[in-house]
Structures are given as structure tokens and as C-alpha cells.
């Protein structure tokens, strides 16, 4: 599956010790953060594409194509305007023992308040570390919701430039401006792409081995389990451009990365093959689905309090269509699971994760499902549908899953 690109940051600067920036905690470069990357000039393939400079990561990032180095430009959209105070070029692992000088050197940044294609001003040129990671501080601080980065030069590789990570630090000038109800067709690297939005929850298909997609949505970042013929089964986290024009993403299987998935809205009529078979396919929910034909459901939008097992009242509407989903198999044994990311102890994560499955358990006998249908497992930190080194795949990893007692 899928493919994709990045950008950066924002202000008048000066070079700031890594203690000071230390203490700001969101980095607003980061697909969990419901940044976006709408374009970089060249990348090498999915796996060292220009999204890896948002994914909290240095395990992987962007690499140029062979004999384009330089010049390179990364345009990246904020989910609101942003007064960044401080900011990283990381070029921690980049490939310096076999490509000597591939990390990034010269650039300049921009930041615009206006719009993706206009607007934008010079606000720091500078120099970024042979490998290392680098920290600036803004002396003055401008607002912004698109930024420009423009890599220049690198320390002397002559076919390629590698940066591996990008960060931004600052506080919103002002809220998320309320999103649009997701919906629609997208061409995507994996077929048209059909989306809906009821609430938080997001359902929908796609034309790639009869794809089908559930999950939740902030009206921003998308996070979904999809199921294709064969059986498969993965997940996504896809950020969905202020405009609703452009989606990008990463795409998960078997706890592993696997390429990017993007696609840009279509307005020409086109409608996705999958889209009548999924709704006349009334009698089904996406979880009933996925029950039926892989054998289990990974299901999020069933929220708890923070290092509890209590379940959060945002979370009815996903536990009302996984409690019709069970009603509608009375005679189906099912086993809830809760799964944890690898924050904390093992031995933590395991009593966490056993403790919300039995919370879910109670919430379904409460409201009608016969004890002897349900079990309650817990599987802690051991079962990632994602990698746990980067925000993304942490919030994919915190999850309930359904599955059929074997």
C-alpha cells in the first residue's frame, strides 16, 4: 500500500541549549499532533519519504532521489496557527557511515499565516548538525499555520541528503478552526477511497483487494483499522488537510510500518466500486464485518481515564455499536482485549490492559449481554498493530479488540 511528503518552521532565531527546549512538551510536527505533510520535492521511496519527518522518529526518515541532493523543499500544514518558540533539524541516523556527509546541512525556513501557496516569509537560515540533532529558540515569536522548509546543501555527499527528523515547539495563537464532517471519494495510492463521518466515528472502503476502514476521528488525524480479501488486517493514521482537499498517512500490518497512504479529494463524480456493496450491506456494521470475515474487530474510540481502566463517557457511541455488533451473535463466544503502547512496565501495561478489558466486559453484562457469551483478556504492550517508537503508533497500539473464543 501507499506514498507521501513534509515541511517545518517558524521565526527570528537563535541557537538554544538542548536543556531549555527540554521542557516544552507537544511537538507540533508530528502526524499525532495532527500535522500534515502536502509535499516535498523528491523522495528516495515510501520508507525514506518526506511523512518520516513528522512520524517522532529518527528510526527512519527522508532521503532525496539519486543525483537531486539539493535544492529540496517541504511544506507542511499546522492544524491551527501556532506561535513556535523552538525548534530541532535532527539528522540522528542518518546514513554518515556509509554515505559520508549525507545529513542535511544549510536551510531556510518560512511560515505563512495565510495559505499554503502565499504569504510566506523568511524568518532563519541556518545551519543543521553533521548527524546529530540540532536546537534553535524563536527570540521572537510569529504566528503560523503553514510552514517552509528548504534544505540547501548537505556536508558534501554528492548523490544524496537524508534529515531524519523535524520538531516545533510553541503554543496555539488561537483553537482548531472546527473541522468539516469527513466525506467523500479520494484517489488514493491504493484505489478510490470512500469516507464517512458519523460523530467521532469514521467508516468506509476503498478499491484495493475489497478494502473496508473503521475507526475514530478528531475531524483531523484519522486512526482505523482496514481489512482487505485474503484475510488481511492492519491499521492506519491519516491527517486530512484543512480544506478536506488532501489526506496523508502511514500504514500499518503485523505491528510494522508498510508505506504511506494519500490521496487527494475528487470532485469529478468518481465513486469507488466498494461503495454500493458496502451500503447495501445493511444488516452489518464494520465491527460485525470484520468479526465475520477475519475472525475479530480492532476498535478504537473507547477512551480511559489516564492510567485507569475507567471508561470515559466519550466513549458510548463506539461501546453502542460494539454492544449491537455481539447482540446481533448471541451465540458467538467473544473475547474483549485490552492492549496497551510500551509506556510504563511490562508488568504495568499487563495488569492495565486485563483491568480496561474487564471495565469493557462489565459495560456490555450492564447493558444486556449474557455473562457466558464474554471473557476479558489482557495482552498488555505484547501485541503492537504499530511501531511504539513514535506517537502515531503509540495511540494506534492503545486499543480494545474484539475476537472470536477459540
Known sequence: MRKLSILFIVLAVLFVSTSAIA?????????????????????????????????????MGWCSKKGSPYPNTFLIEL?????????????????ESGYPGISARRFKLHVSKQSAKEGFKLIYEGEAAKGQRKGFTIARSVPGQWLKLEVLSN???????????LEAYGEPVKAMIAPKPIKGVYDTNYGLMWLRQSGTR???????????LTGTTDGRVIRFQWTEDGPQIGTAVMVLTLDSGFLNGLWYENGRYQGLWYGTQVTDGRMPKCRQALESNTKKDAIGRSLDEVGRAIIYGIYFDFDAATISPDSEETLIR????IKARPNVKLVIEGHTDSEGS???????SEKRAQSV???????????QQLSAKGFGESRPVAGNGRPDGRALNRRVEISVAK
Open 79 to 95: 492544524p491551527n496557527s501556532v506561535a513556535i518558540s523552538s525548534f530541532y533539524i535532527d539528522n540522528t541516523n542518518a546514513q
Open 23 to 59: 521542557a516544552e512538551k507537544v511537538d507540533r510536527l508530528d502526524i499525532a499532533s495532527g500535522a500534515v505533510l502536502i509535499s516535498a520535492t523528491t523522495e528516495y521511496n515510501q520508507k525514506w519519504a518526506g511523512m518520516m519527518l513528522l512520524d517522532g522518529s529518527t528510526d
Open 155 to 165: 556536508w558534501g555527499d554528492p548523490q544524496y541528503t537524508e534529515l531524519m527528523e
Open 322 to 325: 460494539l454492544l449491537k455488533a
Open 346 to 352: 511490562d508488568a504495568y501495561n499487563q495488569t492495565l
Open 361 to 371: 466486559v462489565s459495560w456490555l453484562v450492564a447493558h444486556g449481554i449474557a455473562s
Open 202 to 212: 469514521i467508516e468506509g472502503c476503498y478499491d484495493w483487494d475489497n478494502g473496508r
